[in-house]
């Protein structure tokens, strides 16, 4: 199918290859200059068989009724993307459509999981599954950031969000309501409106972190080695769940005197070139063939249960999977190794992001200062 959209065709059916050599179906619909995806729930499957074939052919011949349907119907004006009415009554209807485009297009897990994470908390806060967009006032929206200051984790419901959520929240928040007001379903963005005083402010984060000495009693625990080896892989290399999860063998490069780790990283999608040391290297399991994954890692919601759950009698720190980056950071620096070295070590485009390990160091150093008070 070719990429434009020609002035005479509203809608285009196109084809968004997933898992198992599967097409997803979809609309790309183009109407006085704005653009909108339908995902149909409509799916091609790979033809092996006469039977596949005319599955095919008839899933083909129901998009195709589908799409006819919607050229008519915007052509009436009767299903115009400004007078959706189910999606203009209810907010929670929008939001979810957009976090299911967000997963479908880009496949990336984070985003999309952070929009169903912030749907979830408003839903709380208002005790529904319905939400008018009419409801959504400069009074609403201040009252949610009050609710979030107090608000309990949806993954560990005895304690607080942090402060770092809180703000995600707010922002995915105001990013839907801009949504909305492009696509004239909603006239207004009350958070606009509201004091940059009002609203939750990026805190100075309490990292926490492993000494070697608590990664070496973490290398002792029996647990599941599908979460054991990424997170303990993590501890040696730095890099976030999100790119071990990504790992796979075509992205370990062997030369004369090393061997390299090179990927794009998820975050920031920059290069990145990594030599593994003895311990990562340990860690590895047998090697497949380039296109197969090096781990088969759980979801990190999952993963860091199981870590909590195996640590919390040895180690009096909550450990998830993102403390091993963490971890990597202050090893390195104890080592005595550049704080700039670090940074390009970690991927962060800016040495300032790094500077916050430093300000751990300076305490540690303190502490360990502090103990000559004794003699």
Same mark, same amino acid.
């Given at each position: 199918?070719? &990429? ?9 059916? #196109?084809? &968004? ?31 092996? @068989?006469?039977? %596949? ?7 083909? #011949?129901t998009a195709q009724a589908i799409k006819? +349907? ?9 299903? %115009? ?24 297009? @880009? ?13 979830? +908390?408003?839903?709380?806060?208002v005790g529904s599954e319905i939400l ?10 201040? #009252? ?9 984790? !949806? =993954? ?26 492009k696509e004239d379903i909603n006239t207004?963005?009350?958070?606009? +409106? ?12 309490? =990292?926490?972190?492993? !000494?070697?000495?608590?990664?070496? +009693? ?34 370990? &490069? ?10 794009? @990283?998820?975050?920031?999608? &920059? ?24 781990? %088969? ?27 091993? #980056? ?18 390009? =070590? ?30």
């Open positions: 199918m070719s &990429k434009g959209i020609n002035s005479k065709e509203i809608a285009r059916l #196109r084809e &968004k290859p997933i898992k198992n050599d599967c097409k997803s179906l979809y609309l790309d619909i183009y109407y006085k200059g704005k653009r909108q995806y339908e995902f149909l729930n409509l799916y091609l499957v790979p033809e092996k @068989t006469a039977t %596949d074939k005319l599955q095919n052919k008839e899933t083909l #011949r006819a +349907q919607r050229i008519i119907d915007l052509n009436n004006c009767n299903n %115009d993307l400004t007078n959706n009415q189910l999606v203009r009554a209810n907010f929670f209807d929008f939001a979810t459509k957009i976090a299911d485009i967000k997963k479908e297009l @880009t496949g990336e897990r984070g985003t999309c999981m952070s929009y169903y994470a912030t749907i979830r +908390q408003i839903k709380q806060f008018p967009f009419k409801d959504i006032n400069k009074d609403f929206c201040v #009252r949610f950031i009050e609710y979030l200051k107090t608000a309990k984790s !949806t =993954i560990h419901p005895t304690e607080n969000i942090t402060g770092h959520t809180q703000l995600l929240y707010v922002r995915n928040f105001q990013t839907l309501l801009n949504r909305a007001v207004k963005n009350y958070f606009q +409106q509201i004091d940059k005083e009002l609203k939750p402010r990026k805190h100075e984060v309490d =990292i926490k972190y492993l !000494t070697a000495e608590e990664v070496k +009693q973490i290398e002792l625990l029996e647990f599941d080695n599908n979460i054991k080896k990424p997170f303990l892989f993590s501890c040696y290399t730095g890099l976030r769940y999100s790119d071990i999860k990504a790992l796979k063998w075509e992205n370990i &490069k062997l030369t004369e005197n090393l061997i390299l780790l090179q990927l794009k @990283t998820k975050k920031t999608s &920059k290069n990145q070139y990594l030599p593994l040391n003895q311990k990562a290297l340990e860690l590895l399991p047998d090697r497949k063939t380039d296109n197969d994954f090096i781990f %088969d890692l759980p979801a990190n919601s999952y993963s860091n249960v199981v870590l909590r759950n195996v640590t919390a009698n040895v180690i009096k720190k909550r450990v998830t999977f993102h403390v091993a #980056r963490h971890t990597h950071a202050t090893l390195l620096l104890n080592k005595g190794v550049s704080i700039e070295t670090v940074s390009e =070590i970690l991927g962060h485009s800016n040495v300032a992001t790094t500077q916050i390990y430093a300000k751990i160091m300076g305490s540690t150093i303190k502490y360990a200062i502090d103990k000559l008070n004794d003699l």
